[in-house]
């Protein structure tokens, strides 16, 4: 038997059939947003897993799964693992469903009521899973500067490390994960910023100014 015949599936029908069979019990809830459909974004081949975005209308995350199940190391529900992209470092949380199996999940938004149609968050799952494979997108902490002046080191802004610091304990807004290297990225812009990057650089993944969560980077530090 060949070694393709052991691999599993792609799994975006069956996590499309599971999520759809529980917006339908949902519908009509504070948090979910009736403009955003169910839809399993860019699953493709990662190392020997699934790797791609789930949309539904009260989430978006990351979902990797099982595609070689001789190198699937499941989690328990709620424990965490991480895994390193070229991006940075991302927690990924264990789940378990009768319906698709064991997977796991990076959260990157929920709610999802910013979003105004489906089109929009299709085109952010689709840029944040890009972006996870451009080392630009990896964030580099400045080293700070000593100082020996007292005078200097009482009156002067708070160092980089400070800065990164505060930046890692405030809340971390949706719109700001899709904040990179000084450009905006939100869903009524991101055609455009796709367009002109990949106009700049090809139609691979880098450049697309993204990064990683804060909330991800900070506990990759832990």
């Known amino acids: 038997m060949s070694e393709a015949a052991h691999l599993l599936p792609d799994p975006a029908p069956r996590l499309t059939a599971a999520f759809r069979a529980?917006?339908?019990?949902?519908?009509?809830?504070?948090f979910v947003n009736p403009a955003v459909e169910v839809e399993a974004v860019g699953f493709a081949p990662w190392e020997s897993h699934w790797?791609?975005?789930m949309v539904t209308p009260w989430f978006m995350n990351l979902a990797l799964l099982p595609r070689d199940p001789a190198t699937w190391y499941p989690l328990a529900p709620g424990a965490k693992r991480r895994y390193a992209f070229p991006a940075g470092v991302y927690e990924?949380?264990?789940a378990s469903d009768a319906a698709i199996?064991?997977?796991q999940v990076c959260?990157?938004?929920s709610p999802l009521l910013e979003f105004d149609d489906h089109a929009s968050a299709r085109l952010v799952a689709a840029l944040a899973r890009e972006a996870l494979f451009d080392p630009a997108n990896a964030e580099v902490p400045e080293m700070p500067v000593a100082s020996l002046s007292p005078a200097a080191a009482e009156g002067s802004p708070p160092g980089p490390l400070a800065r990164l610091q505060e930046q890692f304990d405030a809340p971390v807004s949706k719109r700001d994960f899709l904040r990179g290297r000084g450009l905006l990225v939100d869903p009524?812009?991101?055609?455009?910023?796709?367009?002109a990057t990949r106009a700049r650089s090809g139609t691979g993944p880098a450049g697309l100014g993204l990064r990683p969560p804060a909330r991800a980077l900070k506990r990759s530090r832990e």
């Open 92 to 94: 990924f949380v264990g």
């Open 188 to 195: 009524s812009t991101a055609q455009d910023t796709l367009s």
């Open 51 to 53: 790797l791609g975005v």
């Open 101 to 103: 199996g064991d997977y």
């Open 22 to 30: 529980v917006a339908a019990r949902m519908s009509g809830l504070s």
């Open 107 to 109: 959260s990157l938004f």
